[in-house]
Nanobody, 116 residues
Framework: AQLVEESGGGSAQPGGSLTLSCNASPGKYRVINMAWYRQAPGTQRELVADIGDGGRPYYADSVKGRFTIDRDNGKNSVYLRMSSLRPEDTATYYC??????????WGQGTQVIVSS
């Protein structure tokens, strides 16, 4: 089975920055789409940003201009560079990877806390 693992969560002050990393293990199927979702307590998981193998990113309105998603196809990795963080960005962030067989594999999640 192909695995997905996130890293890079932590705490930041409002206005600060954090970078999340996600790596998909090599396997039978190539990676098609890589995405970051987040879920705050008591809310549904929401799409933050994603990027296909063509490289065109999508961003939720709430993070446009503050977050940047980019991927390294050679490493099967995707990064979420977060700046101008706000308390409402506090959540568990999940990486979701869709493979060529249409299977979506999720990471275990990494927590981001934005607080003064």
């Amino acid at each position: 089975a192909q695995l997905v693992e996130e890293s890079g969560g932590g705490s930041a002050q409002p206005g600060g920055s954090l970078t999340l990393s996600c790596n998909a293990s090599p396997g039978k199927y190539r990676v098609i789409n890589m995405a970051w979702y987040r879920q705050a307590p008591g809310t549904q998981r929401e799409l933050v940003a994603d990027i296909g193998d063509g490289g065109r990113p999508y961003y939720a309105d709430s993070v446009k201009g503050r977050f940047t998603i980019d991927r390294d196809n050679g490493k099967n990795s995707v990064y979420l560079r977060m700046s101008s963080l706000r308390p409402e960005d506090t959540a568990t962030y999940y990486c979701g990877v869709r493979f060529y067989n249409n299977e979506i594999v999720w990471g275990q999640g990494t927590q981001v806390i934005v607080s003064s």
